[in-house]
């Protein structure tokens, strides 16, 4: 197993039992450093009044906590927030960059690169999540789509951090059940109601649920009641 696949799994697997924010979070952290040899990682969140503010690092080291506070001011981690997409610094030596603080102070610590991703709900990014790396160089898509990941789980963690209990958990999985059941009649009715297969039909009801910005299982209950509409008007 690579050490990006044993990271996202060990992470993974600390969401499905008891967890605080905190603590989860910088193991999260650890992870994502070690996966990505980089001297360290921080999640940044943006407080009520709209400004970056760093929740948690990797390392608790004096200067690299300074410069996540740099971080939080400008560049790739403000960046990533403020966009609402990956941000690179490949090199600071090779390339005039726009955030002369920042450039000082990674090279008072002595760290070159960052990549930073948002940390996003709902489309919106609320944040970033960014590491530096004392050794030069792109990083590729893939390891951005990877920390992307991380910072997806992070948000999850944030989110969904009141403990849910084995019952209620027995609920959603039926409820997620009822929607499947919904998702499987709704595909029925368009296969109907169009003459298509059952494939054309499920892409139709996922256009429609994208149209409409709702989600699979309300753009089904809509078509089923439309089709309950149609027998009733008949």
Partial sequence: MSDMARALSTVSA?????????????????????AF????????????????????????????????????????????????????????????????DLTAAMETVGVCSALAVPLRWGGQPLGAVGL?????????????????????????????????????????????????IAVEQAKGALAYLHDSTTADAYDLLRRRAEEAEVTLSEAAHIVLREAEQGRDDA
Avoid: K, N, Y
């Fill in 132 to 180: 530096v790396r004392t050794v030069p160089g792109d990083f590729d898509a893939a390891q951005a789509v990877h920390l992307q990941a991380f910072a997806d789980l992070a948000m999850l963690v944030i989110v969904h951090a009141d403990p849910v209990s084995v019952r209620t958990a027995v609920q959603r999985i039926d409820d997620a059940l009822t929607g499947r």
């Fill in 14 to 34: 600390s969401l499905v039992i008891p967890h605080d924010v905190a603590g989860t979070l910088t193991a999260l952290l650890e992870e994502v450093t070690q």
């Fill in 37 to 100: 040899g980089a001297v360290a990682c921080s999640v940044a969140v943006a407080d009520r009044h709209d400004r970056l503010e760093v929740l948690t690092s990797s390392s608790h080291r004096e200067d690299l906590l300074t410069l996540h506070d740099v971080q939080a001011a400008e560049g790739p981690l403000f960046e990533a927030w403020t966009h609402g997409r990956p941000v690179t610094m490949p090199d600071i030596s090779s390339t005039t960059h726009p955030w002369p």
